[in-house]
DNA sequence: TTGAAAGCGCTAACAT
DNA sequence: ATGTTAGCGCTTTCAA
């Protein structure tokens, strides 16, 4: 049987609240006393137990984070350093992916008494109106995706792809590129996708042409995986479209894009053009390396912590959003002559 | 305030005892008075609180997986399955990554009862007897990475390294190959590396020449990322050697083993056949795509969590082994002829 | 079938 | 500075 404080009370010959005292106020407590406190502790091996602690005080030190997908290396790297920083500040992380079983996991949260959630996810699947219960609930939340929330009620932590598709344009304008291709992976309808929203933006910004086919959406459940972007850029061959640059929505899809074209004897950059965006190290590994708008993950990672730690300590939502930086990899070229 | 099972009895007009049957035990409880009580949880959305509940039951269904790199999306797909596996049986799962904490975390462990941890990590920074301790306070434990534990007290889970080398080499063997690199990132003098025990096995099986400057270690602290497999084969391509093939230790190396040596002007796999393992879908779109021994990444990861519920469960500890499977893609070929 | 009450290990007034 | 004690919300004998 672990020991209790009851244990360590009695070795110490103090009472229970002592004990108490010196792991959590040791100030207040006789340097002496104290001492002979540690040393029963140490003697017995005694740990607190968390559990009898949250059920006292309310608090769990427990955070969740929700997303959909652990295979993109980009999620796995925001998780890595948002786990890290909630780790500093001796919270303990919940993973949680799967979206499909997003209703258990709020149920959960409740029932656990985490004290915060950050939800990165794209919002089709969920109803905000769900987030809000779990505010009600005293549960601090962080989200991020563009789910169109209550910022007094959640906070929010996004990236700026509204610049970020403006500064791929510019870039594959400089280098003179008319007919340039977005492969979303999602649906056109969905007004969340500030990509495809900042492409047809910027596309106008910069005369360029917009047509319907060279904006390849997804099919229902969406998915940006690399298989995705193969699946994408293949539809995009098949429409008969002239293009020489090819937007992705992410890196994973611009390799699996990749991948297609030089399937079909396409060569990249010299007969089109690829970018994406996130900024995943094996991008950089690619023949050609992948250019894209990188996303700083670790600061990415660390900052949805901190504002949803500031959340549950404050009460206060705040919001946050990320700038992207062009990297450049030899994906990207001077456009061919058009034929 | 969150509404108590106190709340519930009153406004059913039952004992909380009653509440709880319903929950807990619904066949001992008229099927009246269950209605009044189910209604009465509705009205008043009443979630029990699964922190008291664990105070009084000495469970928690929480456990937790440790590893030590995010960002290899063989793990992730480990840790999704695993994550998923375990929801099935109404586990939360707390994700620990970043070994330097490895010591908070067991302390962790301990402190929020989990009720068991899969542990998938190489054994080089932390003693097993951290994990004895741990079992020692009713923690069930389920290892992977060769960690050289007591098989009564940790159950494991563990890849057929030895028998995928064997087969990685025949493979080479047949193709013509002689000289064949092995890769490894870790140290020659650590010993759980099966893959490189079997490399070294398996060469003399085939009567193939083992030369040690053909087994490039990596550098402590050890990594296995895409980095090292780069770095790695940059020293292999120092080293002088003559070889024609080179094993990996796993799929992100030899992307990155692959990127080094197209840098250097050798073509793959015309000039240098290069395999790797874990079988990751990145790999797959490579140019060329790797040859890999592949691992089955679902059933890795459920198989994992079934035997840790078994052995929490049961109190019976148990061992599995993985076998891998190649897959061919054109990153090996036969071998040329040797200047 | 249902209710009363003790107890899980800890915290936090409050009293000494 | 230290001890006493009443909870925190739930489960689980034991009685009714």
Redesign the interface.
Known sequence: M?PTRTDVAKLAGVSTATVSNVLNRPDIVTEETAERVRAAIKQLGY??????R??STKR?MQIGIVLED????YF??I??EF??AA?EQNY???????LN?LD?YL??F????LEGIFITALPYKFHVEKLYNLVE??IKIITSGNINADSRLVSSIENDYIAAMHDVIEHLYNLGHINIAYLSGLGRELTYDLRCNGYRKSLEEFNLPYRDSLLIDGEYPYST???AG?DCAMRLMGTGEKFTAVICGND?MA??AM?AF?EKGFKIPEDISVVGFDGI??GR???PALTTMSVDKTKFGRKAFELLHSNILTGKTDQFISKLTLWEGGSTAVARKQS
Chains 1, 2 share one sequence.
């Open positions: 672990r740990r607190p137990d968390m559990i009898a949250s059920l769990t652990m295979l993109n290396p796995g790297a998780v890595k786990e890290s780790n303990f992380v919940n993973v949680c992916t799967g079983r258990n149920d959960d409740i029932t656990r008494g609930k005293g995986n690399i298989k193969y994973l390799l699996g991948k030089q190290e094996i590994y690619w023949e």
